[in-house]
């Protein structure tokens, strides 16, 4: 199967509208399975999977160059008028591009399912491979936020002075407060990241008389920490070893991942075994009233823009930040026009907790279903999912979940036909 999307679109540029190729989407899909019958009770189903997504939004003919905001924190109106300024994006602060790339996905299945007697075993496992190229132009354009507020942006527009300068910049391999030679360039926006996953697991399905079937299950993951294929562009903050938290955040270092003491953006996770139990019973054994219900804990991989902003910290890329300075019309402000070396200031960086554990959720769920007329089920539904959040300090998952208040746990009704979560 090969999935084709193209959208042709625009690019803001100040107030006015250029045409560009736009955002190109671009999907393509590839499957292939094969299912073996070795008996009447053992069943083996193979698979092989790839995809490519490609999700590209380029820059215009436009040269880069500074964009100017009158704040830094939303674009604003002033009499109900829009206000923009020369630069990309002038709609949006903080926003970036040329953002996307291609992104590969290799997926290998094995699933083995054998009956025996009262019992259903399934039995399997899974690679995948993720390679993500990605194009992130973050503060390639230099912002420039005129004032804190509309009030002060007016007034520095009649001074010719900015709140607030940003801009990526090249460190040289520096970290802030080391020197930088003049003047400076712009940082690699590309990185290749890739990920390794495995999994096995195994359930069975036991009738345990007429009336009960339980489902019992147990699937280990692992996900694989992100790692750019040149290790030296990765680099995260580290705590310190020894003493309470703010002793091994006072002690700690942003590091390149080779020379990090972890060797790597964040710790391996191989501690992630999920039990699944499920139980499906005949109330009254005349087959019109069933109860079910199953408990069972679900992982997922840590990804996405959280991680992958990584790719903002030194001293391979560094977001030079200054404040109250004149205007700059050079996209690397006053590093960028003069030469001798100057000390790198103030930069931002992207902090991934060095020890985080692989997402999780529990998971439950109960129904009850009754027949009352030939063709008419009446059934009652509700599932409760319970994130914890123990990274913000608390002992028990459980008692983090209660604690988001509702946000994290989310309860449903509804006349739905529910079976026991299946493990796959």
Not at 88 to 114: C, H, K, M, R, V
Not at 403 to 416: P, Y
Request: with cysteine.
């Amino acid at each position: 199967m090969l999935v084709d999307c193209r959208r042709k679109g625009v690019v803001q540029f100040a107030q006015a509208v250029f045409e560009d190729p736009g955002e190109t989407d671009q999907n393509q899909n590839w499957l292939v399975s094969v299912t073996h019958n070795f008996s009447p009770n053992l069943i083996s189903q193979s698979k092989l999977v790839y995809n490519r997504l490609n999700d590209l939004q380029p820059l215009s003919t436009q040269a880069v160059g500074p964009t100017f905001f009158l704040t830094n924190t939303a674009f604003q109106q002033i009499g109900g008028h829009s206000v923009a300024f020369p630069g990309y994006l002038p709609y949006t602060p903080g926003n970036g591009i040329p953002f996307g790339g291609p992104q590969n996905l290799g997926q290998a299945y094995e699933d083995l399912s054998w009956t025996h007697g009262k019992h259903s075993f399934r039995f399997g496992g899974q690679y995948v491979y993720i390679q993500d190229n990605r194009t992130f132009g973050a503060y390639e354009e230099a912002t420039e936020a005129i004032g804190s507020n509309v009030r002060g942006a007016l007034n520095n527009l009649v001074t010719g002075n900015v709140f607030q300068f940003q801009a990526a910049i090249y460190p040289q391999g520096k970290f802030p407060g080391q020197s930088v030679n003049l003047p400076v360039g712009p940082p690699d926006f590309t990185r290749s990241n890739r990920y390794h996953e495995f999994a096995f697991y195994a359930q069975d399905s036991w009738k345990f008389n007429r009336r009960l079937t339980l489902n019992l299950g147990l699937r280990w993951e692992y996900f694989g920490v992100q790692h750019n294929k040149d290790a030296s562009k990765d680099s995260n903050y580290y705590d310190g070893l020894s003493g309470n938290v703010f002793n091994r955040i006072l002690t700690g270092d942003m590091q390149t991942t080779p020379l990090s003491p972890i060797g790597g953006l964040w710790q391996k996770d191989w501690n992630n075994f999920a039990p699944r139990l499920g139980f499906a019973w005949d109330v009254f054994g005349n087959g019109k009233t069933s109860l079910r219900g199953g408990y069972g804990i679900g992982y997922e991989r840590n990804f996405g823009n959280v991680t992958f902003n990584v790719i903002q910290n030194p001293p391979a890329y560094s977001v030079l930040q200054l404040d109250l300075i004149p205007v700059q019309v050079n996209n690397f402000g006053p590093l960028g026009g003069n030469i001798g070396t100057q000390p790198l200031r103030i930069s931002s960086a992207r902090n991934v907790v060095s020890n985080v554990r692989t997402a999780y959720a529990h998971l439950w769920s109960m129904s009850i279903e009754r027949e009352l007329f030939k063709n008419l089920l009446f059934a009652v539904a509700s599932n409760i999912v319970a994130v914890p959040i123990a990274v913000l300090g608390f002992a028990s998952p459980l008692v983090a979940a209660l604690a988001m208040a509702g946000s994290a746990i989310l309860i449903t009704g509804n006349a739905l036909r529910a079976k026991p979560r299946e493990l796959r």
